[in-house]
């Protein structure tokens, strides 16, 4: 009988085992990245026109200013074309490890939209791209979509679906515009927006979770809810009295001490409005939240196993309805932030589909605060983009109507292609009755 060695004696290895990629998938995924450097090479690189394309880094008000920087467009889009189409050889070849293509799908992105800037920068040699202003836009659009889908993920991780994100965004920025212009001050203005959100956040909780209401309709139910109250109000009261009751203060930026002097990064990152700041909170919050704490672990074994949980003690139906709240509370500062925050004035359906692009963002961030919000920064980019590309003079004309299309082209391509198979909670969306 082998006896077991002391403890001091036992050796604990981890190794980390990669999972096989398919050979199809391997192969399907290889042509995509090889037609993709085609495209650059072709379209992006010999399509372009002679001489260089010219970027400014910083705006005309910095205190510090970067010089234009002035690429080949041409010689860019070759190059750069020539190295995703290696990346594709390679993985068709060999293949990367499922661990290695994130970086690698990255790699190619990159690569591809600055061919593609460079493409455009070459249809108007006295023209020079603001990728300052690129930048800005992408921050600036991705906010509400980063509170969104923190929303998201507080919900889903917890078992409950939320399509609501929608009508949470809506009913925020209705209530904060409203709030903030008769109170006359920012701050309560904000605060009325996270209730509204909260609000629809508990209505979501009691259907879903009290009620069992099959959760993605009860989402579409409640978006159509506050989209009508929210029509009807600024109806009745913001276009018949737009000083009264649609004139909000708008949050004035706030630059931080050297930070905000950074080249670049200061006037992109230090030098925002208060709502701005508070989501440079919140991802860290909730990121550390859900994996670092009691709290999360509680809150993730919900949304996993809820029998299981309640087994152990833990209140299923109040974890979720928390979450659900909490969700609301966080939605509802990102429809603050559509008015408050950036417009300074409520308009019918100002959240234009921006709760359905956050809850994209969430599936493309695989249910992880640092995944989403990185899913709701190449959103926003997209976004941007065709704001950028609408003022300048490609080398072709592009139809504005494809460039009104490109932020929903992203949302779709990264939820259905890029993301490929992904793990939901495993009890999201399911309704847990006890007994």
């Known amino acids: 009988m ?10 604990v290895t981890h190794e980390v085992v990669e999972i096989a990629v398919s050979t199809r998938r391997r192969t399907i995924a290889g042509i995509a990245i090889i037609v993709t450097g085609l495209i650059c090479l072709l379209a992006w690189g010999l399509g372009s026109k002679a001489g260089d394309a010219a970027f400014a880094l910083s705006d005309i008000a910095d205190k510090h200013q970067i010089p234009f920087v002035r690429i080949p467009g041409k010689a860019a889009g070759v190059v750069l074309g020539l190295l995703i189409v290696l990346l594709g050889c390679w993985h068709l070849a060999r293949g990367f490890s499922a661990r290695s293509m994130r970086w690698v799908l990255s790699a190619v992105l990159l690569c591809f939209v600055i061919a593609f800037l460079c493409w455009a920068g070459t249809g108007d040699p006295t023209l020079q791209l603001s990728i300052f202003g690129l930048l800005q836009g992408t921050i600036f659009l991705a906010v509400p979509l980063i509170l969104g889908a923190l929303a998201g993920i507080l919900c889903e991780r917890s078992g409950v679906i939320n399509v609501a994100i929608e009508g949470q965004l809506l009913a925020g920025a209705f209530a904060g515009a409203l709030a903030a212009t008769v109170a006359h001050n920012a701050g309560v203005g904000i605060l009325a927006a996270m209730l509204a959100g909260a609000v629809i956040g508990a209505l979501l909780g009691v259907f879903a979770i009290r009620y069992a209401v099959n959760q993605v309709v009860l989402g579409v139910v409640l978006n159509l809810l506050v989209l009508g109250l929210t029509n009807f109000g600024y109806d009745a009261l913001m276009q018949k009295n737009t000083e009264g009751f649609n004139n909000p203060t708008v949050l004035a930026p706030i630059k931080v001490p050297l930070l905000g002097d950074i080249p670049l990064v200061g006037p992109l990152l230090f030098d925002a409005n208060i709502i701005v700041y508070c989501v440079y909170v919140l991802i860290v919050v909730v990121d550390v939240a859900l994996f670092r704490t009691r709290w999360g672990l509680r809150t993730r074994a919900v949304g996993e196993h809820p029998k299981a949980a309640d087994t152990v003690g833990i209140k299923v139906s109040r974890t979720r309805y928390l979450n659900v709240i909490l969700g609301g509370l966080v939605a509802g500062l990102g429809g603050a932030y559509l008015t408050i925050g950036a417009v300074g004035s409520f308009s019918g359906n100002i959240s234009s589909g921006k ?27 997209a976004d941007a983009l065709q704001t950028l590309l609408s003022a300048s003079h490609t ?27 992904v793990q939901a909670p495993a009890a999201d969306g399911e309704p847990y009755l006890k007994g």
Do not use: H, K
């Open 2 to 11: 082998t006896q077991r060695p002391p403890e001091d004696e036992l050796v």
């Open 355 to 381: 709760g359905f692009i956050a809850l994209a963002a969430v599936i493309f961030g695989r249910w992880s605060p640092r995944g989403a919000v990185g899913a709701a920064l190449l959103f926003g980019f």
């Open 395 to 421: 080398p072709v004309t592009v139809p504005s109507a494809f460039l009104s299309m490109l932020p929903y082209l992203a949302t779709l391509f990264a939820v259905a292609g890029l993301v490929g198979r």
